[in-house]
């Protein structure tokens, strides 16, 4: 069983390493800037980042995030004034490449391999001092062009095979955890084991998962072979039965002995939509009965059916990231949570043109901790406030009090977060003594 992810990083090492980084990010840049010119009375740097508040209770928190934007050679001569790359190094202590591991980004050819951008995110998170999620190595979007001509029932074993010891044994004893596999199961396709219908399974067959977790323990031992999956959040009857058909494979796979510790629940929520409930905590709670981690793997959330200006769409997204990571980081088997990009300026709802992005009003989405602008979001507070909330703190941030909890509908104006330096934390109880 690989080591977990606070026990080879050790909390006191995680708290550390985040400090320094945090410092490192308290920069005078134009994100310091940003904040002080806008009057926000919101502190987001340094103590008062995700990353220290996470790091202060032994958890993980990042983003999706893409090498190409980010200043890494700045970063590495310590002169960046990049305020995404800032952005990125102040708040995240685990980070994961959006697309630049995926087949369609490392196979420009059958034969050839393009590691660049890849190896750009790696470099970036060893300065940062960030941990990395593998994201992914077997799933049945972002192909290559060639993959439909190229692949047969004759090579597609040995492709994945090889794919998968390339890839994986590069980057060995680098990655937090690897997505090996990515969305395999679709009731709706209808087959009694509940798995997707896709080039894999069709080439391969259905052990093709049990062989890309089996291929990938070899390649890198000690990462945390995930399985990663969408819509297993909610009550609806859809997706309660995705979410059960998901724990079947999960069973059937401990079952068999296949080398697997963590679930992904993407947690692509929805402002308008029913809130996930019971079922999600009897999923995370029957996952850790059978070994596993979970971590929230892509988190975002939609507003693109949701009426109003961008103060009630704050708002709705804003609690939703209060109740969803309220619930699920109280679980002691949820270590990790990482959003789907940091900034609305980057986020894949706002570049798509697909119906389920696209807002009536033709505005654009907010679904992260930080802006178009890079500021940050009503969210950014949830967040903090959700993590602060989940377990009691390893060793407080300093100068940096809990955040309270928010009411997101009074955060937009004026853009005050309760928790920052200038609150004093609560008194301490008085001790009582035997009367
Ligand atoms: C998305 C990326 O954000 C986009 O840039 C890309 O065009 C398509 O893929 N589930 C996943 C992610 O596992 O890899 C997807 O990422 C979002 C849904």
Request: with cysteine; hydrophobic share 45%.
């Amino acid at each position: 069983m690989a080591e977990t992810g606070t026990s080879r990083w050790t909390r006191r090492k995680l708290v550390k390493v985040s400090l320094a980084a945090a410092a490192a990010a308290a920069l005078p840049g134009p994100l310091r800037a940003a904040e002080a010119d806008a009057g926000f009375p919101m502190r987001v740097n340094g103590p008062d980042s995700l990353r220290a508040h996470a790091a202060a209770r032994g958890l993980l928190f990042g983003s999706a995030v893409n090498p190409a934007l980010l200043d890494v050679e700045g970063l590495e001569a310590g002169n960046t004034i990049d305020a995404y790359t800032q952005l990125i190094a102040g708040q995240a202590n685990i980070v994961v490449a959006e697309d630049a591991m995926k087949w369609a980004a490392l196979r420009p050819t059958p034969l050839a391999f393009d590691f660049a951008p890849a190896d750009r995110l790696m470099r970036f998170a060893a300065l940062a001092q960030q941990r990395v999620r593998g994201h992914n190595l077997c799933w049945h979007q972002a192909l290559p062009a060639w993959f439909n001509t190229v692949v047969t029932r004759e090579n597609a074993r040995r492709l994945l095979v090889e794919h998968i010891q390339t890839v994986a044994g590069r980057y060995r004893g680098q990655i937090h955890s690897w997505d090996v596999v990515n969305e395999a199961v679709e009731p709706m396709d209808g087959r009694p084991d509940g798995l997707r219908k896709t080039p894999w399974l069709e080439m391969v067959g259905p052990d093709y998962i049990e062989l890309a977790f089996q291929t990938a323990a070899v390649a890198d031992p000690g990462a945390k072979l995930t399985y990663n999956d969408y819509d297993i959040e909610l009550d609806t009857l859809e997706q309660s039965m995705k979410r059960g058909q998901v724990l079947m494979l999960l069973r059937r796979l401990k079952a068999r002995g296949v080398p697997i510790q963590a679930v992904g629940v993407q947690s692509h929520l929805k402002a308008d939509g029913p809130e996930p409930g019971a079922g999600l905590l009897t999923f995370l709670r029957e996952a850790g009965k059978i070994g596993l981690e979970v971590y929230i793997t892509e988190m975002d959330v939609n507003t693109c059916r949701l009426e109003g200006g961008p103060i009630v769409q704050d708002a709705a997204v804003a609690r939703v990231y209060r109740d969803y990571l309220g619930m699920v980081l109280a679980e002691p088997n949820v270590p990790v949570a990482l959003t789907w990009g940091i900034t609305s300026a980057h986020s894949w709802l706002n570049q798509s043109k697909e119906p389920w992005v696209r807002r009536a009003d033709g505005a654009r989405q907010r679904p992260l901790p930080f802006d178009d602008d890079l500021r940050p979001t009503p969210a950014f507070g949830s967040i903090r406030s959700a993590i602060d909330a989940a377990r009691p703190a390893v060793q407080a941030a300093p100068t940096s009090a809990p955040t309270p909890a928010i009411d997101p509908g009074s955060l937009y104006q004026p853009f005050s977060v309760p928790g920052s330096p200038t609150v004093p934390p609560p008194a301490p109880a008085a001790p009582t003594g035997p009367s």
